[in-house]
């Protein structure tokens, strides 16, 4: 009963909700800062969208994210960013330098709003020497929105999906992709 009353008393001048963390201040020999949205251009928030099928009860595993892949996309020495939404579209930025990102999500051909995406391996699939991107999908529901995804590197920015070519787009309920690459095949699971 007293935690409810303490829970229940209003935020006291001076101190913060905890959900406000843009008033939080980093110490001044912190690692690392917080760098807004509105600097580096990285704007992405996992979507999820519930339904009978889609949901924390049916799926304990529906919150867990779909997770970020770190790719060089285009072997300029600059680490890009690949950001796999659960339910929603996946986001992929270019690292322009200085922190600063650019959203190629359309143009790169990676969004793959479809499925019920649960993680991402960076790996070089076909051996040419590029980064591809692979993306685990699972679900409830039986159907090709459960097929994983394999988008091969085009070496100009722009991928082609083509899990069912190295035949990689297993349908399995699965919640993280595992990758062992040889030379000139694919080998991925996901666990």
């Known amino acids: 009963m007293v935690l409810l009353l303490f829970a229940c008393q209003g935020k006291k001048e001076g101190t913060t909700s905890g959900n406000d963390d843009d008033n939080i201040t980093a110490p ?6 917080k760098l807004p949205a509105s600097e580096s251009n990285i704007h992405f928030a996992t979507q999820f969208q ?3 099928f889609n949901n924390i009860v049916r799926n304990p595993n ?3 994210g779909g997770g970020i892949g770190v790719i060089d996309v285009n072997k300029d020495g600059l680490q890009d960013l690949f950001f796999s939404s659960t339910t929603g579209e996946c986001k992929l930025f270019l690292n322009k330098g200085g922190l600063k990102f650019e959203d190629i999500t359309a143009a790169a051909g ?3 709003p479809e499925g019920f995406k649960t993680g ?6 076909n051996g040419d020497g590029w980064s591809d991107i692979y993306v685990c999908r699972a679900g409830l529901k039986e159907g090709d929105h459960r097929r994983n995804l394999l988008f091969i590197n085009n070496k100009n920015n722009s991928f082609t999906e083509s899990g069912r070519a190295y035949g990689v787009d297993d349908p399995p309920r699965a919640t993280t992709p595992t990758s062992s690459i040889t030379t000139s095949t694919a080998t991925s699971t996901c666990t």
Not at 28 to 33: G, H, I, R, S, V
Not at 120 to 125: G, L
């Open 50 to 52: 519930e339904d009978f």
């Open 120 to 125: 991402v391996s960076i790996a070089d699939a």
């Open 28 to 33: 001044a020999d912190a690692l690392f800062q």
């Open 62 to 64: 529906f919150y867990n």
């Open 110 to 112: 990676v969004a793959a």
